[in-house]
């Protein structure tokens, strides 16, 4: 599994770290190029999420922020971050911890379906992200990813 | 760097184009949220269902509270509160903030006053709502705000 984070919000004092994933041959995260594909029709929505993604890095990720907290499996920290009336978008995350969060990618869940599973789009993304967090758990027990001051250490070549 | 520039230039753009009062009302819902989580956790409530017996509510209920999107009414807050002994503004400020400001300890508070470049600040008055506080220093701080230290 071959990715790398950057940064993207830095934290307020008792708030978290917000990083983004560039899968490996491409050159943007999964976070861009959901909010470059969807700001032409969806951009109110989009900037809720912004603000809600902001307010995270300044009051921290905390558990009780999201409500849907295993998306993925149980302890790999996937969650869906959407507006506040849960309107069309969803855009999924790691939350590592109160004071990491790593933004994947997402897309419009159809009205018609209830979970992810059953659209192909956010099939994709979730799959993409429960790789990550697993790959991810794995390098830090290495010790080749490393946490200092609620910061990522990516230490691999 | 380009794009990572153009990821901070699109959330810039988010970031600016949003309705001020729409950003606001989810900022201090997660606000609240967050300041009842940090007092649920310096009462060593650490479940919600330890958090709901202490309410006599339902966790559903303390999951609305703590979930950043609830719109609480004045009522609630101050039940909520009340049941907590302590001051419901306390929700209202980042952690520590009120407690200092009603200990009369030195605190500065920033306050989204915009000010326009090159206009003069000191000599404006401002009041504060917290009794025998005064303001002691104006200073400009970054992002067009104005940096109020408070004092008794």
Known sequence: ?157 | MKNSEDLKALLDELESGIDKCKKKKIEEKMLIASRLDDIRKSRGLSTKREFSNFFNKRPSEIQKWLGGKHNFTIDTLIEIAEKLSIDYKEFLFEKGIYTRLQNNMNCTVYMSIPIQLNQPIMGEKYSTSFPNMQILTKTRSIKDKLQLELKQ
């Not at chain 1, 490996?24 to 959901?34: L, N, P, R």
């Not at chain 1, 029709?41 to 603000?51: D, S, V």
């Open chain 1, 1 to 157: 599994m071959d990715f790398k984070f950057i940064h993207v919000k830095e934290a307020g004092k008792n708030g978290a770290n917000i990083y983004a994933i560039v899968p490996k041959g491409q050159t943007i995260s999964s976070f861009q190029a959901f909010l470059q594909k969807h700001v032409p029709t969806y951009i109110e929505e989009l900037r809720e999420i912004n603000t809600t993604i902001s307010s995270y890095a300044k009051y921290g990720a905390r558990e009780y922020f999201f409500q849907k907290k295993h998306e993925g499996k149980h302890g790999d920290g996937i969650c869906a971050i959407f507006d506040e009336k849960e309107t069309h978008l969803r855009l999924y995350c790691i939350r590592h911890s109160e004071n990491i969060l790593i933004l994947g990618g997402g897309g419009v869940k159809p009205k018609n379906i209830r979970a992810w599973q059953e659209c192909p789009i956010l099939s994709k993304e979730v799959n993409f992200l429960i790789k990550v967090a697993k790959d991810f758990r794995k390098q830090l027990k290495k010790g080749i990813i490393v946490i200092e001051d609620n910061k990522i250490i990516d230490n691999r070549k």
